[in-house]
């Protein structure tokens, strides 16, 4: 069965750090781009970063760019997002999904076929 399982969420201080794990299964996931979302509160779901099948190119949105990486274990099908510097902005429900294959060309927020249930990150004082 297809499947994508998202943890490592919780309560943080603004300033810590989160590592999300996103683990596969059913599916080898370096066949696939993955990408990470998040939806907070009274807000649309929004395109985080994701990472290529194929050299591991990686996008970001600019709100996190330079604070969160991702990455990707292939022998353990499992993809990170470190999130670090964590403002009170960056609280939502975070999911990972499945996306198309892209190789070389990278990876896009769009076209996600399969998605976790997500983990919820909430950044407070």
């Known amino acids: 069965q297809l499947q994508l399982v998202e943890s490592g969420g919780g309560l943080v201080q603004p300033g810590g750090s989160l590592r999300l794990s996103c683990a596969a299964s059913?599916?080898?996931?370096?066949?696939?781009?993955i990408g990470w979302f998040r939806q907070a509160p009274g807000k649309e779901r929004e395109g985080v970063s994701c990472?290529?099948?194929?050299?591991?190119?990686?996008n970001y949105a600019d709100s996190v760019k330079g604070r969160f990486t991702i990455s990707r274990d292939n022998a353990q099908n499992t993809v990170y997002l470190q999130m670090n510097s964590l403002k009170p902005e960056d609280t939502a429900v975070y999911y990972c999904?499945?996306?198309?294959?892209?190789?070389?060309?990278?990876?896009?927020?769009?076209?996600?076929?399969?998605w976790g249930k997500g983990t919820l990150v909430t950044v407070s004082s």
């Open positions: 999904a499945r996306g198309p294959p892209y190789g070389s060309r990278g990876c896009y927020f769009d076209g996600m076929d399969y």
């Open positions: 059913g599916f080898t996931l370096d066949s696939y781009a």
């Open positions: 990472i290529s099948n194929i050299g591991g190119k990686t």
